[in-house]
């Protein structure tokens, strides 16, 4: 069992009581780590464009946070060249870039280290799905995996959501990059896509030139599911630095504060609560899911 999760489970057996929406009270569960670098060094840090997000996607704010806390010197830029998740843990393993956020899948440490952090608090989980208008009385009457199965969905090259979808039962067209995968769904070349979340509603008015695609209102998708950072494995600071980082800034509730911001949890949980779930399996990550219960929201 990974060092961080004993931890976790150690202070779960001594009774540690933990709101599932708030990381503040989660500041006993995460590690402190004792990071030893030259002080005349200076740590550089590559992030990529991902999903055309830039610099103003939340992976990009939380890495910033993180390495602000961590108190390393550090040279944090942005590699604006539009990837996608395929050929961004290519390029981690190359060094290209040095971090990167995205759904968690087993088989994507066969390469590279996660960091054990659901920085999206397990709302990847939650999928909303994204629509083209001209099903949409058809998709409202859904009411089990059975009846999805009658829709193609789409997802981007490399998203872990593919293989769940798949696994599930559910054919999957997969697109280049986010935005052909907006431009195939208005052109209805597939049916639905599902988001998480904390994703939909803002990606949906990122490329609100699309105006065939409707953001559904009745359902929510749900499996075992998060977002956590890789680095490569000889990456030791690095990945040092951003969990000791991202600890303290649990601790201290900037996490929180940065999450609430930017998504608007109160008004999302609102909506959730609002919603059918309809439930699908993710057992390639099961056990690691309940072992993080602590981080993760609830609807």
Not at 30 to 42: C, F, L, N, R, T
Not at 86 to 113: C, H, N, V
Request: charged share 25%; with cysteine; hydrophobic share 40%.
């Amino acid at each position: 069992m990974h060092k961080l999760l004993i931890i976790l489970l150690c202070v779960l057996l001594v009774g540690c009581m933990i709101d599932q929406n708030d990381f503040s009270d989660a500041s006993d569960v995460v590690p402190m780590i004792q990071i030893v670098s030259s002080e005349s060094d200076i740590m550089k840090v590559v992030y990529p464009n991902i999903n055309g997000e830039g610099e103003d996607g939340f992976g990009y704010k939380v890495l910033a946070l993180a390495l602000d806390k961590s108190g390393v010197d550090y040279e944090l830029t942005f590699d604006d060249t539009l990837v996608n998740n395929d050929r961004i843990r290519q390029e981690i393993s190359s060094g290209k870039i040095s971090i990167a956020d995205f759904g968690y899948q087993k088989e994507y440490e066969a390469d590279l280290r996660a960091i054990y952090i659901p920085i999206d608090k397990g709302l990847n989980g939650m999928r909303i799905c994204l629509i083209n208008q001209t099903i949409k009385d058809d998709f409202i009457k859904s009411e089990s995996i059975e009846d999805l199965s009658t829709f193609t969905f789409g997802q981007g090259l490399g998203w872990a959501d593919t293989v769940i979808l798949r696994d599930n039962g559910l054919e999957v067209t997969e697109a280049q990059s986010l935005e052909s995968a907006f431009e195939m769904l208005n052109n209805g070349r597939f049916d639905v896509m599902p988001l998480g979340a904390n994703e939909a509603k803002k990606l949906l008015e990122l490329y609100d030139e699309y105006d065939q695609i409707v953001l559904d209102e009745a359902y929510i998708l749900r499996y075992p599911f998060f977002r956590v950072f890789f680095v490569s494995k000889d990456n030791n600071l690095l990945y040092e630095s951003v969990l000791e980082g991202l600890s303290l800034a649990i601790r201290d509730g900037s996490f929180d504060e940065l999450f609430e911001a930017y998504y608007g949890l109160d008004g999302l949980l609102d909506d959730m609560q609002t919603r059918r779930i309809i439930e699908l399996k993710n057992d390639d990550v099961q056990e690691l899911y309940e072992e993080m219960e602590p981080f993760i929201i609830h609807k």
